[in-house]
């Protein structure tokens, strides 16, 4: 599995903004309810121009080995043939959970 050509662009909803970004990794989550993403890849480090919304992206999950999405938050997913750049952007118009039926009283 090391040399999976793979890439995902995973697109999520976090905190009304839309979260885009590259994974090698991803999974239905042993927890119900979420998608596992894993394998973060980013742009390389030895470009001159920095997109900031990119590097606020590194920080974030510089530390993190698996990610746990939820599913509702999942915007799209997508394989693609190469890396692209990360970014946070702001959610335009509404974005809303998926309806979930209320537990019954009595």
Known sequence: MANDPRLYRVSFVNQDKVYEVYVRHVYQSDMWGFIQLEGFVFGNRSELVVDPSEEKLKQEFADVENCFVPMQAIIRIDEVKREG?????????TVAAFPVTPPRKG
């Open 85 to 93: 750049v990360s970014k946070i952007s702001d959610a335009k118009g």
